[in-house]
């Protein structure tokens, strides 16, 4: 488990917005392609959510109780099977709801089972209890993380967002260094491109981002040196 919270921790309060509730995060990486699942949770209430678990369950559940967090919900960000290959087995077995992608992830969703024979990885169809649009917003603990529709990687791809920290899970739209892959069916390499220029950026260069594989960075260091999005490369 590799916490995060030193890029995160107390950003509310540099921010001088009181009385505003803390987060932390944790990356729990899985399956054979090492995605980055992260454990959130609000300190004040240390109910949490993990965000993209998308196997290694048992790995998943000893981070949870290292933490000491309650989990109250999975959320997803978009449909391929390293993202959510587990996400029905695990909500199933723990009893949780589970939120996002966008709808138009469900074309990924309904295919889990035979990705899974693909690429070695376990996979099970499920239907999310709530699908997330733009605009919309999710709890965790008293915690509360906007919601942005970023296709491109897939159609139904999501985004949260946490304002006070400035901290987004970005999946796999953004990578440091580098942009999501739109090769798959179903991509589309300028909505790709639209979404981080005119969804992300806006968010602010000083705002730290989780993307879905690799190491944590912040938009205003994509902004500089990524040769796909980069204010250079768009100019």
């Not at 993307?211 to 999005?229: C, D, I, K, L, M």
Request: charged content about 20%; overall charge negative.
């Amino acid at each position: 488990m590799i916490a995060i919270n030193r890029h995160i921790a107390l950003m509310s309060e540099q921010a001088n917005i009181p009385n505003e509730p803390k987060m932390k995060v944790a990356l729990l990486p899985v399956t054979p392609l090492q995605q980055n699942c992260s454990l959130v949770w609000c300190t004040e209430t240390m109910k949490g959510a993990l965000v993209d678990p998308g196997g290694d369950l048992d790995k998943l559940k000893a981070g949870v109780a290292k933490a000491g967090v309650e989990l109250e919900k999975i959320l997803i960000t978009h449909g391929h099977i390293d993202h959510c290959g587990e996400a029905g087995v695990l909500a199933q077995e723990l009893s949780l709801p589970i939120e996002g992608p966008h709808e138009a992830d469900r074309f990924w969703i309904s295919r889990l089972d035979e990705d899974g024979r693909k690429y070695g990885i376990r996979g099970q169809v499920f239907e999310p209890d709530r699908w997330l649009d733009d605009g919309d917003q999710v709890t965790v603990g008293n915690l509360t993380l906007d919601v942005y529709h970023c296709p491109g990687h897939t159609p139904g791809h999501v985004v949260f967002h946490h304002a006070p920290s400035k901290f987004a899970i970005v999946g796999d739209v953004l990578f440091q260094g580098s942009i999501g892959r739109t090769d798959f069916p179903m991509g589309n390499h300028q909505d790709l491109l639209d979404a981080i220029v005119q969804k992300l950026w806006p968010l602010g260069n000083d705002t730290t981002f989780v993307p879905g594989h690799g190491p944590v960075s912040t938009f205003g260091r994509e902004r500089q040196s990524n040769p796909f999005v980069g204010d250079a490369a768009l100019a």
